[in-house]
């Protein structure tokens, strides 16, 4: 399976301010997908990454407070803007190596986010 | 919509079989997965299932699903302590993937 790799892996931030997180992948992927985790709580995904095209968000989410890049099959990122504590969360990128043959998501470590 | 359900908790002695349940609603799910998350770790596929199986075993892991009732059960054989963790089980369609809200499994010695 593809090698996911996210930074910073944590970070503490102040309120206010904005934080850009990246997942880079060791090999071409069709799907890139950003996922938020609160604390004590399981996965919601925030959006598809779209490489060349703005990404798709899900209900809930908007691209002022995620924008979302993809600029290849290999890279992406995500940024919180204005954080606030209520955004202290981990972030997960996962992706799908081939759409086409069904296969199955792998996540990266995640980005464990704290505001203050 | 999709609303996945798992039980909050599991607790275990090492050396017995673990048995985690998840239902689910998307009848056209078309794979089913399990996940692990260890403290302060992202999560590690452990095993997926295909909709058109019943059965799938991979080492000390059988999953079974019963697609009438919509019910997906991981079990872990010879639980070991390092087999603490949560365990999200998820249903995919169309790749998009919905979780449940993850079963901590606790292992005593």
């Known amino acids: 399976s593809a090698v996911i790799s996210q930074k910073p892996s944590r970070d503490i931030c102040q309120r206010g301010t904005s934080l850009t997180i990246q997942c880079q992948v060791d090999?071409?992927?069709?799907?890139m997908f950003w996922y938020r985790q609160q604390p004590g709580q399981s996965l919601t995904l925030i959006a598809t990454?779209?490489?060349?095209?703005?990404?798709?968000?899900e209900s809930g989410f908007v691209i002022d407070k995620f924008p979302i890049s993809r600029p290849n099959l290999t890279f992406s990122t995500l940024t919180v803007s204005n954080m606030s504590p209520e955004d202290s969360s981990i972030y997960l990128c996962?992706?799908?190596?081939?759409?086409?043959?069904?296969?199955?998501?792998?996540f990266g470590d995640g980005t464990r986010l704290s505001i203050l | 919509g999709e609303d996945v359900e798992q039980s909050l908790f599991l607790s275990v002695r090492e050396g017995d079989s673990s048995v985690i349940n998840c239902t689910y609603t998307?009848?056209?799910?078309?794979?089913l997965y399990w996940y692990k998350q260890e403290p302060g770790a992202g999560l590690q596929l452990l095993t997926y299932i295909f909709s058109n199986m019943d059965m799938k075993q991979d080492q000390r892991l059988t999953v079974l699903l019963n697609k009438k009732d919509k019910h997906l059960s991981l079990r872990i054989a010879d639980t070991q302590t390092g087999d603490s963790a949560i365990y999200f089980c998820?249903?995919?369609?169309?790749?998009?993937?919905?979780f449940g809200g993850g079963t901590r499994l606790m292992v005593k010695p």
């Open positions: 998820a249903e995919d369609a169309g790749n998009m993937l919905t």
């Open positions: 090999s071409q992927v069709t799907m």
């Open positions: 990454a779209n490489q060349g095209s703005e990404a798709t968000y």
């Open positions: 996962s992706v799908i190596s081939d759409r086409d043959s069904n296969q199955p998501q792998h």
């Open positions: 998307d009848s056209s799910s078309t794979y």
